[in-house]
């Protein structure tokens, strides 16, 4: 049998890899589209042309343009979750872990406005995607747990004084780097200072973390809020 007769097996290794590399170059550019447009702005017809395939293509890969947000969602929030994972602070002091944690979810919002511009477009539809997709809710866990091992580990030692829930410290790590992001341009209009300045970033990501500490350091009284 001739090279040119071969036939490529149905399952070829090169097509598979090239079908993932074809959903994650959609994916790139949705979360532009989405990001500078909004969902409802957004054009899957724009979506095609920019990744040189169709808009049946996209829809053969992800259904819909309410499939393909979610995907994007689902992207988004699976970045910053395998930055956490990677971040392996079991070995670190509990204070340090909780500000290594503070100050990597700071560098991701920083470095990714689209997250931050997608994630507030999801909320003016007060998530109703994310709902339609359960399996987006269980993304949170993985961050609550990290933060939990951190606070049993504090709390062990006798470093970290104050009962907390994980949930709370997420939240609070969470507000501080969202709100320098998403709020930038009304906060500089009413303060004249631009919260991305570079020449205040260290003091930002340094002031995440003492609050954090400080808060975690000091005694309270329990709270019968859980």
Not at 27 to 46: I, K, N, P, Q
Not at 166 to 188: E, L, P
């Amino acid at each position: 049998m001739s090279e040119a007769a071969v036939v490529k097996p149905l399952h070829d290794p090169g097509r598979r890899r090239d079908r993932e590399r074809t959903r994650e170059d959609i994916l790139e550019v949705a979360t532009s589209e989405f990001a500078d447009r909004g969902y409802s702005g957004a054009r899957v017809d724009e979506i095609g042309a920019r990744t040189r395939t169709t808009k049946r293509m996209i829809y053969y890969y992800f259904g819909s343009k309410e499939g393909l947000w979610i995907a994007v969602l689902e992207r988004a929030y699976n970045l910053v979750r395998v930055a956490e994972q990677e971040l392996h602070i079991e070995d670190l002091e509990p204070r340090e872990a909780i500000r290594r944690l503070a100050e990597l979810t700071f560098d991701h919002h920083e470095s990714h406005p689209d997250f931050i511009r997608i994630v507030s477009d999801e909320n003016m539809y007060r998530a109703e995607h994310m709902r339609k997709a359960g399996g987006l809710a269980s993304l949170g866990v993985p961050a609550v747990d990290v933060i939990s091992q951190i606070l049993e580990r504090g709390t062990r030692s006798g470093v970290f004084r104050r009962r907390v829930d994980a949930v709370d410290v997420h939240m609070m790590i969470s507000a501080f780097c969202f709100f320098r992001v998403s709020n930038r341009n009304t906060f500089g209009v009413l303060f004249d200072r631009d919260l991305l300045d570079s020449t205040l970033r260290g003091h930002y990501r340094t002031m995440l973390g003492d609050l954090l500490v400080d808060y975690l350091c000091a005694k309270s009284e329990p709270l019968n809020l859980y």
